[in-house]
């Protein structure tokens, strides 16, 4: 467990100048919008210059940027970031360019609880996690040869799906498996793919009641990953990987999408019992995640991962979602997480919200 003493750092900050900072990418467009939404001065942490694109987008631009020669050096200016009163909101590309190890040692106030990373990068342990929660993952074949229906192999730590693919036979695994890297075998399921965007709160009572706090769902969106969701426009797959042409899960953007309402009942349950499980593991999880899942013909969930931060798939709702419509117009994860601080701001429980 990280001890990051947030509560002296908050000390010394001056409450009624904070500033949102995050790094330059991901979802900070809509972090942005979302924090100056809610009167807050924003700071990008940004590579070698300033990002010319943000001038094409005034309301998600920073306020301020923040420039770094790379991004771990992050640690060095802590001080200086400190005396901007900086919170960090981190997302899934942050964490990715500092590393899980910088992150986690980074001495500024996060949003959320980083003690959650190590449930979440070890594929064991976030197993752990969400089928203690109850929820219903896809099986795990341990040794090769006994895949005997299509099967998902995934390298450990591969973003965006990189380098995943599929196998019905030990045949087709032994062909196309890099045993110098660690993986894991998951059986491929059939069905259509959701990814639900929650935003939990700690602190507040007025959504979908936990044993503390309460619940909200923002929005949901489906990946659109290259080149498996296309790869149909040439052949099917079975005829294109004879051919040597394999389809890949890589991650190149995100479209909206609803879900049946009959399924919203269990969509909560299961966000429920993710927090509250994660409360008993390690502290709980706080703020915005998300449960990919995939929803088989028996409308039945499988969630194959979790996400504990903002992920890029709310960039489509950064004026609300049909969600999100109903809780208040115009809000973005990214705004409900401005939110929030704001809130823990006013009852003086910052302390409840950051890590
Ligand atoms: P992940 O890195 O685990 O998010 O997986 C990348 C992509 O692979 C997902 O967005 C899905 O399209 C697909 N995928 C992952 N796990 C499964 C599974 N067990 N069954 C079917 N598709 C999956």
């Not at 901007?84 to 996060?110: D, M, Q, R």
């Not at 194959?304 to 709702?317: L, Q, W």
Request: a neutral charge; aromatic letters at 10%; proline letters at 4%.
């Amino acid at each position: 467990m990280i001890k990051i003493n947030i509560n002296d750092i908050l000390a010394n900050y001056d409450k009624k100048n904070l500033r949102i900072a995050t790094v330059c990418s991901h979802s900070s467009l809509q972090i942005f919008n979302g924090a100056k939404k809610e009167g807050f001065k924003t700071l990008g942490i940004s590579i070698g210059e300033k990002k010319k694109f943000y001038d094409a987008f005034p309301l998600g631009k920073p306020d301020e940027f923040f420039i770094v020669n790379n991004y771990k050096d992050i640690l060095k200016y802590t001080e200086e970031l400190k005396e901007k009163n900086v919170i960090v909101i981190p997302h899934g590309s942050f964490v990715e360019y500092l590393g899980a190890e910088k992150f986690l040692k980074l001495n500024l106030p996060t949003f959320g609880n980083r003690n959650v990373l190590i449930w979440e990068s070890d594929r064991n342990k976030e197993r752990e996690w969400l089928e203690g929660s109850g929820l219903t993952m896809p099986a795990e074949i341990k040794d090769p040869h006994f895949i005997e229906h299509p099967v998902i192999v995934k390298y450990h730590g591969a973003k965006g799906g990189k380098d995943f693919f599929i196998a019905k036979t030990y045949e087709e695994f032994k062909k196309r498996i890099n045993k110098r890297k660690s993986f894991t075998i998951q059986e491929f399921v059939l069905g259509t793919r959701y990814y639900l965007h929650y935003f939990y709160s700690p602190i507040q009572d007025n959504a979908y009641k936990l044993s503390k706090g309460s619940l909200q769902l923002l929005s949901m969106d489906r990946r659109d990953e290259t080149t498996i969701d296309e790869v149909q426009r040439l052949g099917s797959i079975a005829e294109l990987e004879e051919l040597g042409i394999h389809p890949t899960f890589v991650v190149t953007g995100n479209i909206p999408i609803v879900i049946r309402e009959s399924l919203l009942p269990k969509v909560f349950e299961m966000g429920k019992a993710v927090v509250e499980k994660s409360d008993k593991l390690f502290g709980g999880i706080i703020g915005s995640f998300c449960l990919e899942t995939v929803i088989t013909e028996d409308l039945e969930f499988k969630v194959f991962e979790i996400s504990a931060r903002i992920v890029a798939g709310t960039n489509p709702y950064v004026a609300g979602s049909p969600y999100s419509e109903m809780i208040q117009p115009d809000l973005s994860t990214g705004r409900r997480i401005a939110q929030e601080i704001k809130y823990a701001v006013k009852k003086n429980l910052l302390h409840e919200v950051l890590s």
